[in-house]
Structures are given as C-alpha cells and as structure tokens.
C-alpha cells in the first residue's frame, strides 16, 4: 500500500491523488495513477476545479496498462490508495483480479459492494 502511495504522487491531479498497482505471484505487473489519456494535457480539473470528465481513474490505467502489456491480471491482487468506483469495480471483475486492498473509503459504496457480490476479496487497510 505504501508503494501504492507513492505512486499516486505522479498524479497532476490537484483534487485527489491516486495509485494502483497490480501484482501477481508477489511481482508488480502494473501500476497506475489518475489522469488524463495518453497526449492530453497533465490538467485534470477543469476551470470550476471539477474532474474533467475523460480523466481515467488509477484502476483503470492499472489494468488497461497490464491488458496492453499482454500480462495476464487474473488471479492477482489490486492494491489501491482509494476504494473502487462502480466503473473501476466492473473493470476490476472483468479483469480476472481477486482480491483488492484499498486505504481510503470513497464517498460511495456500489464499487467494493459489487466486488463483493462477484466473491471478490476486499479489504481496507488503514
């Protein structure tokens, strides 16, 4: 988690900083931060300071990343500094990942609430 944390630091986001990493056999297969698509500006806020609505979450770079890679990210673990979105969540099911380990809880719950549902194991560390 720790790792995760650092790496959400490479976010220009100014709202909210977050990270994402993927491991499998206890090896980092991808990793991720929040932010704009490849060749888009690094500014993720628009002039009112609301999110940009094409700004891809940490999750879903993570696993887009891996994907491009040709890794397989099934059976491995997400680690995350931010609980899952539903978006992410349905990414995440989709994905093959089994277990994810998030620090701070998101205002709301249908993301971890659906991973559960699929019997994915989800844990919050502090």
């Not at 060749?39 to 628009?46: H, L, P, T």
Request: net charge neutral.
């Amino acid at each position: 988690m720790e790792m995760a944390s650092v790496w959400a630091k490479n976010s220009y986001c100014k709202r909210l900083q977050v990270g994402a990493l993927i491991v499998k056999d206890k090896m980092i297969i991808s990793d991720g931060y929040n932010g704009t698509p490849s060749g888009f500006e690094n500014i993720c806020e628009d002039e009112s300071g609301a999110t940009k609505p094409y700004v891809l979450h940490a999750e879903a770079n993570a696993i887009t990343k891996v994907a491009k890679s040709g890794n397989s990210s099934e059976g491995a673990t997400l680690y995350v500094t931010a609980s899952p979105c539903l978006e992410c969540s349905k990414l995440i099911i989709q994905s093959g990942i089994r277990r994810v380990v998030y620090r701070d809880e998101y205002r709301l719950t249908d993301g971890i609430d659906l991973l559960r549902r699929a019997g994915i194991e989800v844990v919050k560390v502090d």
